[in-house]
């Protein structure tokens, strides 16, 4: 029975007997999947004869929706048309969710890996790779003294990068669930840095991306343990979740990279910005540290509702906004989407800011707490630094 | 109907709701999978109470068997014990083949996404993180004079790398239907030089690994084709598929990295290795360009039988090599795996170098055309160099 059963197999699915010569496991898809139409709806298809319920699951608006079987065993649906944007998606058949297998390319956030594409044009060629001079990306490791670990980072460098220019630098931070890996994969950091460079919107400058997850090394599956350490939230990672300790120590990430790059080494040099988690960590690195940074950004930032701490890092948030306005905050920009489930303490944070006359920039957008906001807010954010 | 179909969808499957909310779409698995067990067995388990036939598909050593269905829905399958090593698999279910929900880690073959899982210990723990010195990764581009195109490839830094010292480079060569990504991701390239030199097996040196596909500007997805560029075996790149071009112009490769890194700048500090399409590579590139090169490594070679050429770059291959030896080949590594389908052409070619007496190095392994091979034959091979 086991040898029909392998049989049966084989004949199904050729593919599973070329793993014996890896390199040559040529793929025939039966299907176009998606297909990104000129009129900019989006069509999957999916071959499923056995199949008896199948759906897209995808997180452009109203994006879960049934597909219909045709002939020969193929599943199709077509979206209304989509603003451009990098879309994720998966395909739901009798209770299992899985990639598209007529599509190659994968984006994995937090725990989960999707299928994704671009619905090109206007915003996503910002995303996409264009024919301009390209910024180089580095994974490197730099010792934390606070945590007494060797810990990741990425670094975008811009195509002018040369070792004898100095250029200014902003520190991108992820959110709950990210890594250091996050912003360059789902917020395609380097293709928008080069795009806003080339197009002349932006000054060429360095974007540092580490590792907000103080008790993590780097990210899942690059730390020393391995694939033991699987993609979870941050406040699920033990020790250091909210401890002040990223945060009060971040000046020894900004000394790594003073000491390795060719970077201007001043305060009106520096940005900080970041999203969700990241945005909480932006807002507290730059009032603990007014010396180092003048430029500062929070995208949907995971603010806490009456926010209280013993610890110094969180405490006298007002007499330290203040203190920040004083050495000279050139930016302190808030976006935040209307759907957003931070929206209110957001709101609230505003509130403060305007009791006590703080200038800050605000950008609302649509939608909750997505990535196509993160990487939008990237395209309104970066062209206003170091100006 | 498709009301009550959503409903159904999203009972089924709360994660879909949290689109909206996309960075806290926290992940709770039903089952554990894969399970790598003390004993080196793996169990495989996946949670589908509607399926009629699952299987995995895993590149292992009869690598494909069926799940049997147990309890409460759950799928259940455990291998025999296997070797140390990286193992990529996907599931089978009625039809359809993709990923273990339950496991976050991926890597994509050609134009295929798998999950994998490392059984440590052995051979596994040089391609894992260990808690060693740690090199940097550079994803960069240069100019190709020889295409008129801005090219990607990946360097590997050693940890001792400080912008002062100069290091040996070892070229190190991806096959057809991989890329500049190949070597990192399916290679594990960086863990293993990481952990080799921390072990004193290997001296520190520079990798670099180009792209081989030269018609091609860099990755699928990663150039300015974006997504419509997609991954498929490298005769199916349109343009300049073994014209010479790669192998004659390889210098411009070595002038970016010898302007770009502290590299010690003479063929004696030079390597140049690649499996498959990438020895075919190697070979060629060795033979046309020994004032570069003296360390050359052939890892289950593309070598094509009875090849001829009325290009310069690939004719006169006997008097070629007896100049490569006058000149001084350090070594000449050829390495193969008894089942590989290219075994027999190796084996002539090994005939022709024992007709005219050039010396080399042979390594036979067990089974065929696979990753597992070229990961054991990188530790094999580096140790050995610049020695």
């Known amino acids: 029975m086991l040898k029909r059963f392998l049989s049966s197999l084989t004949t199904v699915l050729l593919p599973a007997a070329l793993f014996a010569q890896q390199n040559i496991g040529q793929k025939t898809e039966a299907v176009l999947s998606p297909e990104v139409n000129p009129d900019c ?13 199948v ?5 452009w ?13 193929v599943w199709e649906y077509t979206t209304a048309p989509l603003p451009s944007e990098l879309y994720t998606y998966r395909f739901y058949v009798d209770g299992l969710i899985g990639l598209d297998p007529g599509n190659p390319f994968t984006l994995r956030d937090v725990g989960t890996t999707f299928s994704y594409f671009y619905v090109g044009g206007d915003k996503a060629s910002y995303y996409q790779v264009q024919d301009v001079p390209h910024g180089s990306v580095e994974q490197l490791w730099y010792h934390s003294g606070a945590t007494g670990k060797d810990r990741r980072l990425s670094v975008y460098l811009p195509a002018a990068y040369d070792g004898k220019k100095k250029f200014p630098v902003l520190y991108l931070l992820h959110g709950s669930g990210g890594d250091e890996t996050a912003w360059l994969e789902l917020g395609k950091t380097a293709r928008i840095m080069d795009n806003l460079i080339a197009r002349g919107e932006a000054v060429p400058m360095i974007v540092v991306m580490p590792n907000g997850n103080i008790g993590a090394q780097a990210a899942p599956g690059e730390t020393p343990a391995n694939l033991a350490f699987r993609p979870v939230m941050s406040n699920q990672i033990p020790s250091n979740y909210k401890n002040g300790t990223y945060e009060a120590s971040f000046g020894e990430i900004v000394s790594f990279i003073d000491g390795r790059y060719k970077t201007v080494r ?11 988690m990241g945005g909480f960590h932006s807002l ?12 500062t950004g929070l995208f949907s930032a995971g603010l806490v509702p009456q926010f209280t701490s013993d610890l110094d890092v969180y405490s006298s948030r007002e007499a330290k906004l203040k203190a920040y306005e004083k050495k000279g905050c050139n930016l302190f920009w808030i976006a935040i989407g209307k759907e957003d489930f931070l929206y209110e303490v957001n709101k609230d944070f505003r509130g403060e800011l305007d009791s ?8 609302e957008s649509s939608r909750g707490h997505l990535w196509c906001n993160w990487r939008q807010y990237m395209l309104l954010f970066v062209p206003k630094l170091f100006k």
Chains 1, 2 share one sequence.
């Open 284 to 295: 507290y690195i730059s009032l603990n540290h007014p010396d180092l940074f003048s430029w």
């Open 41 to 53: 709806t989006v069509t999957f298809r999916l071959y499923a004869p056995k199949a008896h319920k």
């Open 356 to 363: 006590i006359g703080f200038p800050y920039e605000y950008h």
């Open 266 to 276: 001043n305060r009106q040099s520096r940005a900080v910005a970041g999203l969700s």
């Open 61 to 73: 608006e109203n994006g879960v929706a049934p597909l219909t079987e045709g002939e020969g065993g």
């Open 55 to 59: 759906a897209v699951i995808g997180d």
